[in-house]
């Protein structure tokens, strides 16, 4: 499958390293307060992932990772789709944060709704922490709307301690068509 960015490619065993240090600089520590989308507030630490636990990611059946690469070849985006059936679930999105804001996002998105359409699914889910209002508003303008459906964030030893108490809120987004061009 090509996608209609040629920016945006399946990643491989090979981009751990580069998308565990995308990942927690995304989400985590200092680093990611540069950008707009990261948890740093919410959860201590500088981990949002690690080698172990992307290998494990990809290595679930049906799950695949997108990287948007930058013109040096530098991955600066990316987003774990994994196909559950009725539904792609969408997560581990991350752009680098001294660029977030640029349409990058916006593009990866795009590239899983291509993903989906052709696997024939017309639904994604994501799951956002819930008290994150501005980041589930950008979701809402990107066609993703809470379903009404919250499930509990719990520390997992991994990824930080959280410093108030924590859950999802579950995003859907409706694909229009079902139309293949692959």
Do not use: F
């Given at each position: 499958m090509r996608f209609q960015n040629p920016n945006i490619q399946f990643a491989t065993k090979e981009d751990i390293i580069p998308l565990k240090n995308l990942l927690n600089k995304?989400?985590?520590?200092?680093?990611?307060?540069?950008?707009?989308t990261h948890e740093a507030d919410l959860i201590e630490g500088e981990v949002r992932t690690d080698e172990n636990n992307l290998s494990n990611v990809m290595d679930i059946p049906g799950s695949i990772f997108l990287k948007?690469?930058?013109?040096?070849?530098?991955?600066?985006?990316?987003?774990?789709?994994?196909?559950q059936k009725t539904n792609l679930y969408l997560g581990m999105f991350g752009v680098n944060p001294e660029i977030q804001?640029?349409?990058?996002?916006?593009?990866?998105?795009?590239?899983?709704?291509?993903?989906?359409?052709?696997?024939?699914?017309?639904?994604?889910?994501?799951?956002?922490?819930?008290?994150?209002?501005?980041?589930?508003?950008?979701?809402?303008?990107?066609?993703?709307?809470?379903?009404g459906e919250f499930i509990p964030f719990k520390e997992d030893g991994l990824t930080g301690k959280h410093l108030q108490p924590l859950e999802f809120v579950v995003l859907e987004k409706i694909l229009i068509g079902n139309n293949s061009k692959w």
């Open positions: 995304a989400y985590r520590g200092e680093a990611a307060r540069k950008g707009w948007y690469l930058n013109e040096d070849g530098k991955i600066i985006g990316c987003v774990n789709l994994q196909n804001g640029q349409g990058i996002g916006k593009i990866i998105l795009a590239a899983a709704d291509e993903y989906a359409l052709h696997l024939g699914i017309s639904s994604i889910k994501m799951t956002v922490i819930s008290v994150r209002s501005k980041l589930i508003g950008w979701y809402n303008k990107n066609g993703y709307l809470p379903t």
